[in-house]
């Protein structure tokens, strides 16, 4: 039933621990929005693989899901390991980080960037794993760094590797994220989410990128992840040329300090409210689940606040991909979602002006309207009727106090709509005019919701009807009227 979907949007990582039909299945049917698929990880048979089996369990549950692809970006990692995905470091002890393509173990591992030995000092802390293992350097050659273990722990393959207060520039779109991003698109993934972004020119590059590769698929949306200081520097152009933010807290709260990470996570919701973007809370939300079926009480008050502040969806990282609760968690996490939006109109921060370019300000205008209308006079819902889907990512950043139906004759929109806040996306057939579209509206929700006959419905779309124009008009409906239009 549309009035039991959640406003907010939960996205999964997709791994080991959720890669099966049974648990994907179990995820979805707990309130998984959208599937991650990290391609810092994985074949692309693998993510083939994955990738069908999502679309198959959304369609059989007559679910939409969309799949976001993340991309690597250009980052430090290390290699691989020989004994496993995971070695324990031993604090006290020396490890080495090499560029000689080893197989790695507890004493040594590679890594592709052939210019980490001259970029790094004696004394300097390396620090791995989003800062959970630190590690000092003691001496260096051509192709390895030694350094000691000041803080040991589990360390698994393919982590970055932070450098505090080095700021490395090593370009945007990498070879690897071409090739991956040309088998994304093959794929028809949903959202391409850019890795390591530190200024709009990174965004351009991939835009243009997926306009080279597939001009078919140049409207595909881009979240840019905001992981270093470079990107909070330049926080308001980056917004303005992507459709969506990623607070990627993890490396962030090692490049900036985990104490900044609040105020900074405030601030990049904010502004990305205020320019109608919708924007996602990442990284640890979680984290304790992983190993326990149930959360802290402080991860709790983090999700709730995520969604206090004006964040349009949260996401779940290790907790699903490796943990050993992956379907514990998204109950879980849909459990604090749906008593936080409770809790919303005490609590919450709603940004009402917004900075929008000039082609936008009309569907702002009608958005607004929708808005007050279904406020006013009581509605039950707003029902907008999108091709592509961007009429209803403005209503949803208006927050009407009522759900948002949006109706689409596009599958891809169908799915790629999953992830707006208060969104419920329906397919339905193509009209030729106003009556038509009112129909289809009427037939979903009496069938789909607890609204009934004589309800009120405010409707956003675009004349003529049948040349699918971007919305133009808003009306008030009542349901049952059977009146031609």
Same mark, same amino acid.
């Given at each position: ?55 198959? #369990? ?33 604090? &006290? ?52 760094? %030694? ?29 690897k994220d071409l090739e991956d991003l040309e088998f994304g698109l093959s794929q028809q993934v949903d959202y391409v989410a850019v890795s390591f972004v530190q200024n709009q020119e990174d ?26 200081? &470079? ?24 490049? #900036? ?20 973007? %919708? ?93 007050? *209308? ?32 949006? %109706? ?10 999953? *992830? ?52 133009n008009i808003v009306l008030v409906y009542t349901l049952g009227e059977n009146v031609k239009i």
């Amino acid at each position: 039933m549309i009035e039991e979907y959640l406003k907010t949007s939960i996205i999964c990582t997709i791994g080991p621990s959720s890669d099966s039909a049974e648990t994907l299945g179990a995820m979805i049917a707990a309130g998984m929005n959208v599937a991650r698929l990290n391609f810092s990880h994985g074949t692309k048979e693998y993510h083939t693989e994955v990738i069908n089996r999502i679309r198959q #369990i959304s369609t059989s549950m007559e679910l939409p899901v969309a799949i976001l692809q993340d991309l690597q970006g250009p980052r430090l990692r290390i290699g691989e390991f020989k004994s496993g995905a995971v070695v324990n470091l031993k604090s &006290g002890n020396q490890f080495v980080i090499t560029t000689k393509p080893i197989p790695g173990s507890a004493d040594m591992v590679s890594t592709d960037y052939a210019e980490l030995p001259s970029l790094v000092n004696i004394g300097d802390l390396l620090l791995l794993n989003d800062g959970a293992l630190e590690l000092q350097v003691e001496s260096i050659t051509d192709t390895e760094v %030694f350094a000691r273990i000041n803080v040991g722990g589990d360390l698994p393959a393919r982590k970055g590797i932070n450098i505090p207060n080095l700021s490395i520039d090593m370009g945007g779109i990498t070879s690897k994220d071409l090739e991956d991003l040309e088998f994304g698109l093959s794929q028809q993934v949903d959202y391409v989410a850019v890795s390591f972004v530190q200024n709009q020119e990174d965004i351009v590059d991939v835009r243009n990128a997926i306009s080279d590769l597939s001009p078919e698929r140049s409207h595909t949306p881009i979240i840019a992840k905001l992981e270093r200081p &470079g990107a909070i520097r330049n926080l308001d152009s980056i917004i303005d040329a992507s459709d969506g933010i990623m607070v990627a807290r993890g490396d962030l709260g090692v490049e #900036i300090g985990v104490e900044k990470v609040p105020s900074v996570q405030k601030n990049i919701i904010e502004v990305a409210n205020s320019r109608g973007k %919708f924007v996602v809370i990442a990284t640890q939300m979680l984290e304790s689940m992983i190993r326990s079926p149930r959360p802290t009480r402080a991860e709790a008050s983090d999700v709730a606040n995520a969604i206090f502040d004006g964040a349009d969806a949260v996401m779940l990282s290790a907790e699903t991909a490796a943990g050993a609760y992956p379907i514990e968690s998204v109950k879980t996490v849909s459990d604090i979602v749906r008593e936080a939006e409770i809790q919303e109109h005490e609590w919450g921060h709603f940004v009402e002006n917004m900075s929008l370019s000039d082609s936008k300000l009309r569907a702002l205008a009608l958005s607004r309207a929708a808005r007050e *209308l279904a406020e006013t006079l009581n509605a039950s819902a707003v029902a907008v009727f999108s091709r592509s889907g961007s009429t209803a990512t403005l209503v949803s950043k208006t927050r009407p106090p009522v759900p948002i139906v949006a %109706f689409t004759t596009e599958n891809e929109t169908y799915n790629r709509m999953a *992830l707006l806040r208060g969104v419920v996306p329906f397919v339905v057939p193509r009209a030729m005019n106003l009556e038509e579209i009112t129909r289809s509206a009427e037939q979903v929700l009496l069938k789909s919701s607890n609204i009934k006959e004589g309800d009120k419905i405010v409707i956003i779309a675009g004349l003529p009807i049948e040349d699918m124009r971007s919305a133009n008009i808003v009306l008030v409906y009542t349901l049952g009227e059977n009146v031609k239009i």
